[in-house]
């Protein structure tokens, strides 16, 4: 029953996506060497969200660290669901789903705005 929240966490993890890959991607046109940073800051955020460990066993004095992390709320939403077989934390997906949906229009435009010096750079 609990497998019905999938397409829900699903959208929600993929409008933050998208919102990053469109500042990410229009950014990295005018900046080549931002695409070896955005490497190494996306394997130190893969050890930030408690994906292989449980944010249980993060101490108490790091956790509000972790929990900053927009990804955190995702994969402990689809734990939720997939391993405890329970309903997601809604108040922490809904402040998820509103920081995403700002990043994706902020990116949008920042897209749209960058979009018109692409074929010079390139």
């Keep these: 029953m609990y497998i019905l929240y999938y397409p829900l966490i699903l959208i929600i993890q993929f409008i933050f996506q998208l919102g990053l890959a469109f500042i990410l991607s229009a950014v990295t046109v005018y900046f080549r060497d931002l695409e070896h940073f955005v490497q190494i800051i996306l394997m130190l955020l893969f050890y930030a969200t408690p994906i292989v460990y ?4 993060i101490p108490e004095n790091v956790r ?9 709320h995702i994969i402990e ?9 329970m309903k997601p934390d809604f108040s922490e997906l809904g402040t998820v ?5 700002l ?4 990116g949008y435009f920042i897209f749209r705005k960058l979009q018109k010096g692409f074929a010079e750079e390139l």
């Design 54 to 57: 449980s944010g249980d066993t």
């Design 64 to 72: 509000g660290i972790i929990r900053l992390n927009p990804m955190t």
């Design 77 to 85: 939403g689809y734990r939720h669901i997939f391993y405890k077989q």
């Design 97 to 101: 789903l509103v920081f995403s949906v």
């Design 103 to 106: 990043l994706c229009i902020a």
